[in-house]
């Protein structure tokens, strides 16, 4: 079985790449990459579903029903269901870039076809990688099922230079996205390679490890189903 692996510059729009979508016959989830420019909204919607976000880089301000919560590059988010929202770019640092997981009904949908609602009122979970236990294994949770996740969780790894995470099977898939550094993923013993900018989908029950091969630190998000 063969990894997807896909650079957000690949599909990118001008506004968004959608890394992973319903043409691929993702198992769990879709993954999309988008910009927020400065002083600019995201887009204003209420949903039944959750959201599971990563900012890349930049910072301004995310409004869950009319309340404000300052997010800035290496911040986590879970935003749950059926909560009014959206991302706000005036923290003055240029383009907010950010990548999004959803369910696959989000898709399946059509998206949120509104300009928001009232909502439950259920804060946000906003956490930055920097706060997680680095003594805590290779795979490092991010966001996990206590935090409200309903369909798959985040994890943080890392390499240093010309090391080797352990090779692994499991029933699910993971879906992964490199955000520095460059990695080598084995699936069933075939190497791939990994950029920073990369979506990777392993497929399910397939045999795979993750390597680095250069001189700098390599680091990702996993995201696996619950």
Not at 59 to 71: A, I
Not at 108 to 124: I, K, L, M, R, V
Request: hydrophobic content about 30%; aromatic content about 6%.
């Amino acid at each position: 079985m063969e990894p997807l692996i896909r650079n957000t510059q690949d599909v990118f729009d001008g506004t968004r790449s959608r890394l992973l979508w319903l043409d691929d016959n993702p198992p769990t989830c879709t993954m999309t990459y988008s910009e927020i420019q400065p002083d600019k909204p995201s887009s204003h919607h209420i949903h039944e579903w959750e959201h599971e976000v990563y900012i890349i880089t930049g910072s301004g301000t995310l409004v869950c029903d009319g309340k404000e919560y300052p997010v800035k590059a290496g911040d986590a988010m879970f935003i749950p269901p059926n909560v009014d929202h959206y991302t706000l770019n005036n923290g003055g640092e240029g383009i907010i870039r950010r990548i999004e997981v959803n369910p696959l009904i989000a898709a399946q949908s059509g998206g949120a076809q509104n300009d928001g609602g009232e909502g439950t009122g259920q804060p946000p979970v906003i956490r930055n990688i920097s706060e997680i236990d680095q003594s805590d294994g290779p795979a490092r949770k991010v966001l996990d099922v206590k935090d409200g996740a309903i369909h798959y969780t985040m994890s943080f790894r890392s390499l240093d230079p010309n090391s080797t995470a352990p090779k692994h099977v499991h029933t699910g898939e993971h879906v992964g996205f490199v955000l520095e550094g460059t990695v080598v993923l084995s699936v069933d013993g075939n190497d791939y390679i990994a950029r920073e900018g990369d979506l990777a989908l392993v497929p399910s029950n397939a045999e795979h490890e993750w390597r680095s091969n250069s001189t700098s630190r390599a680091a990702w998000l996993v995201f696996n189903p619950i």
